[in-house]
């Protein structure tokens, strides 16, 4: 009985250890999805996208997102470049909200908020592969445990990134909670350059932004629960101009979230345009969200980046689908709160040219 005992004790605790350590010793690998002059390097550590190498109007080819060379720095990497972001991206005030009559504490990893999901979130675990064809798709999943940095219940995680027609790129994310409701704001965090990587700042490059509204927010960068008209404000992107055009009217920069117009009744609407002169390189977004975060990398610090290039403030732009920033907080934003049995679907497309 003694021998059996201890064999059951061993077996429940190589059981434990499995699971809470296990998802640890998963390979991390590098995916290449690739179609004609069009191609996506993806890693399984935080599904991140690490190289998007494009045409240019001439048929030069560039990688128009920033990173590193190693996956090591990407583990040591305060940036979040190219990760898949989660449970919810973005800030929570005061690290915590209330649901369902009980409060929610998570890691205060921003000037005593949370960030992108606090001090070990999505875009910092290894994925699972589920499903891989180099001239179609890549399917990654993650299953977030009941108080992974403070959030409420079991969570399974899947993103496909997808490559439509010959040209477009498509980044499909779901979750589905299994035993409690949570709030949930996954967004993908690609910096982009569409003059390359190593181009230099992007305050040349044109962009127009689908979004007449702003969620203005304090000094923290935490919503004040306003929703504001962008007309006439450095914030108006209505029409096209260059980034850098009325940044003096920005101290610091653009980091922001848009509000995205006639997003009623529609499955995907136009986020952005951005184009870039020189490369005649032009990307559309499209999104089933209701907001876009507009940043203009300036919190970049002489970083280190591909091919020993230093990448400074502006030096790319990001567009982050997503909902509202902190609306677990502010009951008139959309809500984000994803009950057991529900779905939730956030969905990206972008489309690459060049003329």
Same mark, same amino acid.
């Given at each position: 009985?003694?021998?059996?005992?201890?064999? *059951?004790?061993?077996?429940?605790?190589?059981?434990?250890?499995?699971?809470?350590?296990?998802?640890?010793?998963?390979?991390?690998?590098?995916?290449?999805?690739?179609?004609?002059?069009?191609?996506?390097? %993806?890693? #399984?550590?935080?599904?991140?996208?690490?190289?998007?190498?494009?045409?240019?109007?001439?048929?030069?080819?560039?990688?128009?997102?920033?990173?590193?060379?190693?996956?090591?720095?990407?583990?040591?990497?305060? +940036?979040?470049?190219?990760?898949?972001?989660?449970?919810?991206?973005?800030?929570?005030?005061?690290?915590?909200?209330?649901?369902?009559?009980?409060?929610?504490?998570?890691?205060? $990893?921003?000037?005593?908020? +949370?960030?992108?999901?606090?001090?070990?979130?999505?875009?910092?675990? %290894?994925? +699972?592969?589920?499903?891989?064809?180099?001239?179609?798709?890549?399917?990654?999943?993650?299953?977030?445990?009941?108080?992974?940095?403070?959030?409420?219940? $079991?969570?399974?995680?899947?993103?496909?990134?997808?490559?439509?027609?010959?040209?477009?790129?498509?980044? =499909?994310?779901?979750?589905? &909670?299994?035993?409690?409701?949570? &709030?949930? @704001?996954?967004?993908?965090?690609? *910096?982009?350059?569409?003059?390359?990587? @190593?181009?230099?700042?992007?305050?040349?490059?044109? =962009?127009? =932004?689908?979004?007449?509204?702003?969620?203005?927010?304090?000094?923290?960068?935490?919503?004040?629960?306003?929703?504001?008209?962008?007309?006439?404000?450095?914030?108006?992107?209505?029409?096209?101009?260059?980034?850098?055009?009325?940044?003096?009217?920005?101290?610091?920069?653009?980091?922001?979230?848009?509000?995205?117009?006639?997003?009623?009744?529609?499955?995907?609407?136009?986020?952005? =345009?951005?184009?870039?002169?020189?490369?005649?390189?032009?990307?559309?977004?499209?999104?089933?969200? &209701?907001?876009?975060?507009?940043?203009?990398? #300036?919190?970049?610090?002489?970083?280190?980046?591909?091919?020993?290039?230093?990448?400074?403030? *502006?030096?790319?732009?990001?567009?982050?689908?997503?909902?509202?920033?902190?609306?677990? #907080?502010?009951?008139?934003? &959309?809500?984000?709160?994803? #009950?057991?049995?529900?779905?939730?679907?956030?969905?990206?497309?972008?489309?690459?040219?060049?003329?």
């Amino acid at each position: 009985m003694a021998k059996n005992s201890f064999f *059951y004790f061993f077996a429940f605790f190589t059981l434990f250890l499995c699971k809470n350590s296990c998802r640890a010793t998963e390979e991390i690998k590098v995916y290449d999805l690739k179609k004609g002059d069009f191609s996506v390097k %993806i890693t #399984n550590y935080g599904a991140t996208v690490l190289s998007v190498i494009l045409p240019d109007k001439n048929g030069k080819l560039d990688d128009v997102v920033l990173g590193y060379d190693s996956i090591d720095d990407y583990k040591n990497d305060t +940036t979040y470049f190219g990760g898949l972001i989660g449970r919810v991206a973005n800030r929570i005030g005061g690290a915590k909200f209330e649901l369902n009559g009980v409060e929610y504490k998570l890691p205060a $990893n921003d000037h005593g908020n +949370t960030l992108h999901g606090g001090s070990k979130g999505f875009s910092s675990v %290894i994925w +699972t592969v589920e499903d891989f064809e180099e001239d179609s798709h890549l399917t990654l999943t993650y299953n977030s445990f009941d108080g992974e940095q403070g959030f409420p219940g $079991n969570l399974s995680v899947e993103v496909t990134y997808m490559f439509i027609e010959t040209n477009k790129l498509a980044l =499909i994310m779901q979750a589905k &909670p299994h035993n409690k409701a949570t &709030p949930v @704001n996954l967004a993908s965090h690609s *910096y982009w350059n569409l003059g390359g990587h @190593n181009s230099g700042d992007i305050l040349s490059q044109t =962009i127009q =932004i689908f979004g007449s509204k702003i969620t203005p927010v304090n000094d923290k960068l935490i919503p004040n629960g306003e929703i504001t008209p962008v007309k006439g404000s450095g914030f108006d992107f209505l029409q096209p101009r260059t980034i850098g055009s009325k940044l003096s009217e920005i101290p610091g920069g653009y980091d922001i979230n848009y509000v995205l117009d006639n997003t009623e009744g529609k499955h995907l609407q136009r986020v952005a =345009i951005v184009q870039e002169s020189k490369s005649g390189r032009k990307m559309e977004l499209w999104t089933n969200k &209701p907001g876009v975060q507009f940043y203009t990398s #300036n919190m970049l610090d002489n970083v280190k980046g591909k091919g020993g290039f230093v990448y400074s403030k *502006y030096a790319a732009l990001c567009l982050e689908t997503q909902g509202f920033p902190d609306s677990v #907080n502010h009951p008139n934003f &959309p809500s984000q709160i994803v #009950n057991p049995g529900e779905t939730y679907k956030h969905i990206m497309v972008y489309r690459f040219t060049a003329s």
